[in-house]
């Protein structure tokens, strides 16, 4: 195995962790702590621990994502798509193949990264009760099938709702409680829109691997709506479907009225539909942070990059601007 040195170490297990996708998560359990804050008397030192259990959980469905994808043959079927010239962020799993890792080692990592995740829930449960322990089970069912066979959603069109219930119910629900909260239509109301902004996160990628998808066999989302046209229409309606569900809850005093200011995010979504029509990948200002664009470039997945960030950035801004307007204004 070829020797790298203790940081390039941690930079490959950023990498191979996707640490991109932890911000999206990292706001959405804040924004139910947030709401917490506003009703219970809040423990943030247990909410501190449930985050670092969820953000463990989340790398550790990113690695059995790629370390399954590797033993099913997967990889070497997006390989070939790209020494035929197809458009596809990367070849994934470029570490096993340069030997700067194994696959066994992708097992042991995401096992141990669950085994604490799983001993601070544990702790966790001893605090708040058993009404916990359904939610981190579905949610270990749901991330751990995710790639894993026999179900292996992500390879069945159900990514999307997989992610969506995981990183909204689920994960405001858990983080509510572990908070000092109870479950109330707030909560819920508000986990079901941020589940539609997340997924709309996984929606945008497979949409991109569209031909990719296709032509290694596998279903998403995006195949079965038959064209990307079709696929870049769905994502216009989920999003819009988000906002008509901001306003139906302010309509019936779930949010303060202030939350309107959500929708000062909608050009930004508009431009996202009009970028997954074109090949334009130009950085601007207003996308937000775009990490290690200079590597992104260089790679030659700043056309992937650009789009999945802008998403990812979408539902970061829109989860802080109703946090914000709800713990300000109701």
């Known amino acids: 195995m070829k020797k790298i040195n203790l940081i390039e170490k941690l930079n490959l297990w950023r990498a191979i ?81 340069q030997g700067l890792t194994s696959h066994r080692s992708l097992l042991i990592v995401a096992l141990s990264m669950d085994f604490i995740a799983v001993l601070l829930g ?66 819920l109301f508000s986990s079901i829109i941020i589940g539609i902004f997340i997924a709309n996160i996984s929606f945008v990628h497979c949409i991109m691997d569209f031909k990719s998808d296709k032509n290694v066999g596998k279903t998403s989302l995006a195949t079965l709506l038959k064209s990307p046209q079709n696929a870049i229409v769905t994502l216009a309606v989920f999003y819009t479907i988000a906002y008509a569900l901001v306003f139906i809850g302010i309509c019936l005093k779930i949010f303060p009225f202030a939350s309107i200011l959500t929708f000062i995010i909608i050009p930004i979504n508009y431009a996202l539909i009009k970028l997954m029509k074109n090949d334009k990948k130009a950085k601007q200002f207003w996308m937000g942070p775009l990490e290690n664009w200079d590597y992104v470039i260089k790679e030659g ?30």
């Open 122 to 187: 544990l702790y966790i449960l001893s605090k708040v009760g058993v009404g916990i322990i359904v939610i981190v089970m579905i949610t270990g069912l749901i991330g751990f099938f995710y790639s894993a066979p026999p179900f292996k959603l992500s390879y069945h069109g159900l990514s999307e709702l997989a992610i969506g219930i995981v990183f909204g119910p689920l994960l405001l629900s858990g983080a509510y409680i572990t908070a000092g909260g109870s479950i109330d239509t707030t909560i």
């Open 17 to 97: 962790s996707r640490d991109y996708t932890l911000p999206q998560t990292a706001i959405a359990y804040a924004f139910a702590v947030v709401l917490a804050s506003k009703n219970y008397q809040v423990d943030y030192f247990l909410s501190f621990l449930g985050l670092i259990g969820v953000l463990l959980a989340h790398m550790s469905v990113n690695i059995l994502d790629d370390y399954f994808d590797w033993k099913s043959g997967a990889v070497e079927e997006y390989k070939k798509l790209i020494l035929a010239g197809e458009q596809i962020k990367t070849h994934k799993c470029f570490y096993l193949e």
């Open 301 to 330: 997945s700043d056309w992937f990059m650009l789009r999945l960030c802008l998403s990812r950035n979408i539902a970061v801004e829109f989860i802080i601007l109703l946090g914000v307007t709800y713990y300000i204004f109701k």
